[in-house]
Nanobody, 121 residues
Framework: QVQLVESGGGLVQPGGSLRLSCVAS????????MEWYRQVPGKQRELVAH???????GHADSVKGRFTISRDNSKDTTYLQMNSLKPEDTAVYSC???????????????WGQGTQVTVSS
């Protein structure tokens, strides 16, 4: 059973920083692309950042220059460093990963449970 577990969310003042982590656990062969999404109630889920296994990364225009995605393949973990946070960054942030559970399996999609980020004074 593969699980993605996020941590690092919380309440922060505008202009502050948070670092989210997403760790994959369980039995699997390899993790490929990893992404961070966010969602506000009543709105569509938004892709915030993505990173390939080789480290090629991209960020949404709304967070470019403020957020940075990274990963540590040896720890099966992806991070989202969030700086200069704004109230409009308030959302539930979720991790998504594509991975193979074995050397012969096809790619499967997994989601974490999400972590709340609230930016408010």
């Amino acid at each position: 059973q593969v699980q993605l577990v996020e941590s690092g969310g919380g309440l922060v003042q505008p202009g502050g920083s948070l670092r989210l982590s997403c760790v994959a656990s369980g039995s699997f062969f390899r993790i490929y692309d990893m992404e961070w999404y966010r969602q506000v109630p009543g709105k569509q889920r938004e892709l915030v950042a993505h990173i390939s296994r080789a480290g090629s990364a991209g960020h949404a225009d709304s967070v470019k220059g403020r957020f940075t995605i990274s990963r540590d393949n040896s720890k099966d973990t992806t991070y989202l460093q969030m700086n200069s946070l704004k109230p409009e960054d308030t959302a539930v942030y979720s991790c998504h990963a594509e991975l193979q559970t074995s050397t012969t399996s096809t790619l499967a999609q997994y989601w974490g449970q999400g972590t709340q980020v609230t930016v408010s004074s």
